[in-house]
């Protein structure tokens, strides 16, 4: 199985929506936490809930980047065709969806003949 490339130009439309995300999410959470606390300025707040919020979503990337490595054995085996891959159970809603997908579909391949 060849190994694919985290980054890929392709997914630029992707990456700056979730950059748009993280920047809604940074201004609301700043202005949020300058209304709560009534001793920030506006800038202080996002620089912190811009720093926060970047934090939070690099966990979630290199936590999805050791789970798709936990996946990847048991994909090579659904890829060979073994009807019990054994693919481990992993944290993160959208793996454990593709997951399914992946499995559902190559059901549907072995119930259909094709490989």
Do not use: H, Q
């Not at 199985?1 to 809604?24: D, G, H």
């Not at 940074?26 to 811009?50: C, E, K, Q």
Request: hydrophobic fraction near 50%; charged fraction near 15%.
């Amino acid at each position: 199985m060849k190994r694919y490339p985290i980054f890929r130009k392709e997914n630029i439309p992707a990456y700056l929506t979730v950059m748009s995300a993280w920047a809604v999410v940074s201004v609301g959470s700043a202005g949020l936490l300058v209304l709560l606390t009534d001793s920030l300025s506006f800038p202080v707040a996002l620089a912190w809930a811009a720093a926060t919020a970047m934090a939070g979503m690099g966990i979630m990337f290199v936590a999805s980047i050791i789970n798709l490595r936990k996946l990847a054995p048991g994909f090579r085996r659904l890829a060979e065709g073994e009807p019990d891959p054994r693919i481990p159970p992993v944290w993160c809603p959208v793996l454990t969806a593709a997951t399914n997908a992946a499995m559902e579909l190559a059901s549907r391949g072995r119930r259909s003949g094709t490989p």
